[in-house]
């Protein structure tokens, strides 16, 4: 089957093919960790989680590289510039008044003026979160790289950029990428110099031009002896510009050849990853650096981007305690509530949307335990011949069509399969992809919680029973595994508590 996927890069919908055989390489922009990632960001991780993972049941090895952006990622990035106050150090300030709210609790970032120990902070949050969603890399730490580690290969490309004559030391002491040496800047975002040029919405920062040969020109370094976090460098101690950072880890992990697949929010095509392909491919002087740019649209919350830096928005944490809807819900609800709809058009965040979510989570797990029980411990062996497999794959072929593919297994779903053993395997596979049902099991390569799901059931069928000694005793259970015990309307879940 061939897989069809949407490249920003061309605008269209491309087969896609492995660059090397053996292996697929992709990099996804992580999170900046001055806060706690949102569920629209999460929308964006689970995206490039599927992508992977519809690339794996197809029998793709994929190797999947993200980074966390703790420094340099500037206040008023949207412009090419990247002018305004590092995230990190702006988080400082606001870190300090979150512990005296409580929202910080008590102890955990000891100092607010050290800007590693709030990245640490909501680093561990992050891949906490990512983890309780099934995102197959936060189980990967070789495979997470944060940008403080890779200053010096950082400063490797800045070197070389500026020895190929695409980089250049300002009035300013600051080093810039000259846009006006890289011909196809602007070929993925449409952002050419010359619609620049006519002040495409503003995209240039009008201020401090004198020390750029071109006003798109964007910062690789700035040497700033006050920042909070500098290092020494050949163009004095500072620190380096958020777009550098991608391109040095995706070289760092995923080698010098073209990558294939390169993934992100919409927001950041441009500046962000029309930088990156500048830096990159003028390092290199390859004419690729990402065969496919994959960029998925915002979740929105009544008609308006979620977004960190206008500080309205919920949490994973938010949503699996029920303060975003008033719903409890188990994480793999949000999981598939999050990866539903079609990633290249909005999404609308409802209460509505999650209860759905919940109904169909409710309904393939149960599915998934009537076939168990049945099977007996038998699960037989399948291909992607099987008539479920094969519509499943093609919609998921078909530009990750989501609903396409519910639409398949759902009604299966509700069926009475003859060979139990055989539908279970199918259903495993689907479970790969979708990783919901239940979520968090070794398939879904989130750890084993069967045994948790399990005591869940039987909770609700001792409370069914009004035997409400052993629906506490069992409750205490969970408790005592590190889980918090709501009701929600898939019945009892258990959600692993958060540091
Ligand atoms: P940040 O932590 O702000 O660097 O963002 C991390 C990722 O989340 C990036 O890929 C962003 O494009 C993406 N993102 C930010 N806001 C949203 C949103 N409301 N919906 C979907 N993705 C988003
Ligand atoms: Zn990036």
């Not at 958020?242 to 950041?268: F, P, Q, Y």
Request: negative net charge.
């Amino acid at each position: 089957m061939t897989i069809q996927f949407y490249n920003t890069l061309t605008n269209k919908a491309e087969e896609f093919t492995p660059v090397n055989d053996d292996c697929v390489r992709m990099y996804s922009c992580g999170p900046t960790v001055y806060d706690f990632a949102h569920i629209g960001n999460f929308r964006s991780f689970l995206f490039s989680d599927v992508i992977r993972r519809t690339l794996e049941f197809f029998g793709h090895k994929v190797h999947h590289v993200m980074n966390i952006t703790d420094v340099g990622h500037m206040t008023d990035d949207s412009s090419a510039d990247g002018a305004g106050e590092d995230k990190m150090a702006a988080a400082a300030q606001r870190v300090k008044e979150d512990k005296k709210s409580g929202k910080v609790p008590e102890g955990a970032v000891e100092n607010p003026e050290d800007p590693y120990q709030i990245a640490d902070y909501y680093t561990k949050a992050f891949l906490e979160d990512a983890q309780t969603l099934g995102v197959k890399v936060a189980f990967e730490p070789e495979n997470i790289l944060k940008a403080t580690d890779n200053i010096d290969i950082m400063q490797e490309m800045i070197s070389q950029l500026i020895s190929k004559g695409h980089a250049y030391v300002g009035p300013d002491g600051v080093v810039y990428y000259s846009v006006e040496s890289f011909p196809d800047y602007g070929k993925l975002s449409g952002n050419t110099l010359e619609n620049l040029q006519m002040g495409a919405g503003g995209r240039i920062n009008e201020t401090d031009q004198s020390n750029k040969r071109h006003p798109a020109d964007f910062m690789l370094w700035k040497a700033d002896s006050t920042h909070i976090m500098k290092w020494d460098s050949p163009w004095g101690a500072g620190y380096p510009g958020w777009h550098i950072e991608c391109s040095c880890m995706a070289r760092n992990r995923l080698g010098k050849d073209v990558i294939d697949i390169h993934t992100g929010g919409e927001d950041l095509i441009f500046p962000h990853h029309e930088c990156e392909i500048a830096q990159s491919r003028g390092a290199t002087g390859a004419d690729t650096f990402a065969k496919f740019w994959m960029h998925a649209r915002f979740l929105l919350v009544e008609g308006e981007k979620m977004s960190k830096s206008k500080g309205s928005f919920w949490t994973v944490r938010d949503v699996l305690e029920g303060r975003a809807t008033g719903i409890n819900v188990h994480p793999a609800v949000l999981r598939l509530e999050l990866i539903k709809s079609h990633y290249r058009s909005n999404m609308n965040f409802t209460r509505k949307g999650l209860v759905d979510s919940a109904n169909i989570v409710k309904r393939l797990t149960e599915f998934r335990t009537k076939l168990e029980a049945a099977a007996n411990g038998e699960v037989a062996e399948v291909d992607l011949s099987h008539p479920i497999l094969k519509e499943f794959g093609a919609a998921l072929a078909d530009d990750l069509n989501f609903s396409k593919a519910l639409a398949v297994v759902l009604p299966w779903a509700s069926s009475d399969p003859d060979n139990v053993a055989e539908a279970l395997a199918v259903l495993n596979k689907i479970n790969d992809v979708l990783a919901v049902a239940p979520l968090g099991d070794e398939k879904s390569g989130g750890g084993d919680d069967s045994e948790i799901v399990a005591l869940c059931k039987a909770i609700d069928a001792a409370r069914a029973a009004k035997d409400w000694a052993t629906s506490d005793a069992l409750r205490k259970q969970i408790e005592s595994a590190g889980y918090e015990v709501k009701n929600s309307p898939e019945g009892t879940i258990a959600i692993k508590k958060l540091a």
